[in-house]
């Protein structure tokens, strides 16, 4: 088994530090790199070979959110996972839908804060148990697609949403159905437009919900 790869992004150096002594307790992790702001953070996704990015949502210069839109803007298909101290409904929501692939809160247990780690590395969407609410409520209000929007989708299109429904990222997902990012690309937006559905989190919350597996 390969090492995950790992970027730290803190404006905190000695949480930086924190993270990075946890983390290096497992042998199979490792961190490639640290940042200490989001335009710090896009800059190295763009250049490391990565699996994972932890990244704090309030910092100066430029904010874990923004930075987070930037990435998938520039087509980093990393795994995400935003790890601060808010848990404002808002923050919770806006960071999903941006692209992030979980989000945890600093109080954690280091030990549980290893296993999420741990999750998000392996393909899982993690998200603090007190969130688990704002989670479901993301596919709430209006938004969730109708049951029969199933029927809607193509046969490509349902493996992709049972994939995305794994948490899987575009790079598992086309190495499993042996197609292109490219083509796995297309096909979640085309689902979401279906399910109407804005972000691959609600749509494999509303997967989940369905009984998608």
């Known amino acids: 088994m390969s090492e995950t790869r790992l970027l730290i992004v803190d404006d905190h150096p000695l949480f930086r530090r924190g993270v990075r002594q946890l983390v290096e307790m497992d042998p199979d992790m490792v961190i490639a790199g640290e940042a200490a702001n989001g335009a710090e953070a896009v800059e190295a996704a763009g250049m490391l070979d990565l699996d994972l990015i932890l990244m704090d949502l309030n910092m100066a210069r430029m904010d874990g959110l923004e930075a987070l839109r930037q ?6 298909d990393t795994r995400i996972v935003m790890l601060t101290v808010s848990d404002a409904d808002d923050d919770v929501v806006a960071a999903l839908r941006a692209g992030a692939d979980g989000y945890l809160l600093k109080d954690m247990e280091p030990e549980d804060l290893l296993d999420r ?5 392996e393909g ?18 209006g938004r969730a697609a109708p049951a029969d929007a199933l029927s809607s989708l193509t046969s490509r299109e349902l493996d992709i949403l049972r994939a995305l429904a794994r948490g899987m990222s575009n790079k598992m997902i086309a190495k499993r159905l042996d197609i292109t990012e490219g083509t796995v690309k297309v096909h979640v937006k085309n689902l979401l437009k279906k399910l109407s559905l804005r972000s691959r989190v ?7 919900n369905q009984g998608v597996s």
């Open 71 to 76: 990435m998938r803007s520039n087509g980093i």
């Open 124 to 141: 899982k969407l993690v998200i603090s148990p007190q969130l688990a609410a704002i989670l479901a409520g993301i596919v709430s209000g």
């Open 202 to 208: 609600e749509a494999a919350v509303w997967a989940v």
């Open 117 to 121: 780690i741990k999750e998000a590395a």
